[in-house]
Structures are given as C-alpha cells and as structure tokens.
C-alpha cells in the first residue's frame, strides 16, 4: 500500500522560508510524476508545483519565483523551498504522486496535509 507521508509544515512570518518534505513508501517503482498542492480554507485545492521523473518541472504562477520543487528519484522523495513567503500562501499543502507524465488525479496518491501558516 502506498504511502506519503509530509512533514516540514508549520507557522512562519511573512518572508520567511519553509521546507516541505515528503516521503513515498509501499511502491518499489518510482513515481512519473510527484508534485504539492494546496488548499486554503474555503477555496478548492490547487497545484503549486510538480516534477516528473525526467526532471520536467511545472509551477503555479503564484508560486514561480518563489518556490522551488526537488525530488530525488532513488528515495522516492519530493520537496518544496518556500521563500518570500505571503499570507495567501497559507494553507494545508498535500504531497501527491502518480504515474501520469506531469500531471496528478484526484485518483492518484496523496499524503495526510501540512499545515502552512504564514503570519503577517
């Protein structure tokens, strides 16, 4: 059974930076594609950035410049550099995985949720 499991989540002023990491069990293949998205409270769930195995990157414009997506394909991890961070990046961020080429499912693999607080 796969399992992502987030961590690195918490409260952090506004242009501080946070580090999101998650890590993949379960799967002796790894991932095409694994990326984060996030949902604030009230608003539907959105992309901020996936990676496929290649390396192939895709970013929400909210988030370009800002964030940046890692991941090591060995391990089966993904992480998230965020700095500057804003207020509106407050949200519960989720780590996802599937094997479509850059994108993800609601069908496909998702953690638990970080918390993502940023105070102004």
């Known amino acids: 059974q796969v399992q992502l499991v987030e961590s690195g989540g918490g409260l952090v002023q506004a242009g501080g930076s946070l580090r999101l990491s998650c890590a993949a069990s379960?799967?002796?293949?790894?991932?095409?594609?694994m990326g984060w998205y996030r949902q604030a409270p009230g608003k539907r769930r959105e992309l901020v950035a996936l990676?496929?195995?290649?390396?192939?990157?895709r970013y929400a414009d909210s988030a370009t410049g800002r964030f940046t997506i890692s991941r090591d394909t060995a391990k089966k991890t993904v992480s998230l550099q965020m700095n500057s961070l804003k207020s509106e990046d407050t949200a519960v961020y989720y780590c996802?995985?599937?094997?479509?080429?850059?994108?993800?499912?609601?069908?496909?693999?998702w953690g638990q949720g970080t918390q993502v607080t940023v105070s102004s």
């Open positions: 379960g799967s002796i293949f790894s991932f095409a594609t």
């Open positions: 990676m496929t195995r290649a390396g192939t990157t």
């Open positions: 996802a995985a599937g094997n479509s080429y850059a994108k993800i499912s609601d069908n496909d693999y």
